[in-house]
């Protein structure tokens, strides 16, 4: 059934949602219930299969692998009639929620150690470090980004798309929006152009901003350190 479900949901949706519905349930639901009929899981098992997740996974991953089983059940209880979907009231773990004296994000001091590490340490992740830093624009976003997004006059950088796993397509939301450039950005990235032009890269599209060495666009693992 879920091998059927996610040919039927591909068909609705964005490869990269696609994607992660897939590996999702790969991971996380199907080496626990690819052997059971969709008719014979009970709450007992989803409640035992949750706590099984949270011996080796945070809160908030075994709440997403609940939202994808409950999902894919609650299409099985409207194909097959059955009487009720077993996720349907498991409730979701508690997770760590973050205030203004806790927030989940770097101080200014914090991210500027991080930058600092870049451009002394990985100097060819620093253009894009500073993008994402500046910019607040998910990876897929910067990394799909060409430089006729750019309005240096404006000050404006317009997200057409986003990109993974080198598909491109929309932005997450499906819209086109606007971020600043600001001057601090702006200065990084004429140098950066300046030194990509420099090194002879040869480009598949000569516009992208964030060539990978061969050309393309670069994989979602490119930025870790």
Request: proline letters at 5%; charged letters at 25%; a positive charge.
């Amino acid at each position: 059934f879920v091998d059927s479900w996610l040919r039927s949901r591909a068909l609705s949706v964005k490869t990269s949602t696609a994607t992660t519905y897939a590996e999702a349930l790969a991971n996380y639901v199907l080496p626990y219930f690819g052997d059971f009929f969709v008719d014979k899981i009970t709450d007992t098992d989803v409640k035992a299969w949750q706590l099984t997740l949270r011996k080796n996974l945070e809160a908030g991953t075994v709440n997403g692998a609940l939202i994808m089983l409950r999902m894919v059940l609650a299409d099985a209880v409207a194909e097959f009639h059955l009487p009720h979907n077993p996720a349907g009231r498991i409730k979701r773990l508690p997770v760590k929620k973050f205030t203004d004296e806790e927030p989940n994000l770097l101080s200014a001091e914090e991210l500027g150690r991080v930058l600092a590490g870049f451009r002394e340490h990985k100097p060819k992740h620093y253009p894009l470090a500073v993008t994402l830093a500046l910019t607040g624009l998910r990876y897929g976003e910067a990394t799909a980004l060409k430089w006729s997004d750019l309005d240096a006059e404006a000050g404006v950088i317009r997200i057409r798309r986003a990109q993974w796993k080198g598909v491109v397509d929309t932005t997450k939301t499906g819209t086109v929006r606007s971020v600043p450039l600001v001057p601090e950005l702006a200065e990084v990235l004429k140098e950066h152009r300046a030194a990509t032009a420099a090194s002879g890269l040869s480009t598949r599209d000569p516009d992208w901003v964030f060539p990978a060495k061969d050309g393309g666009l670069l994989p979602k693992v490119w930025l870790r350190w």
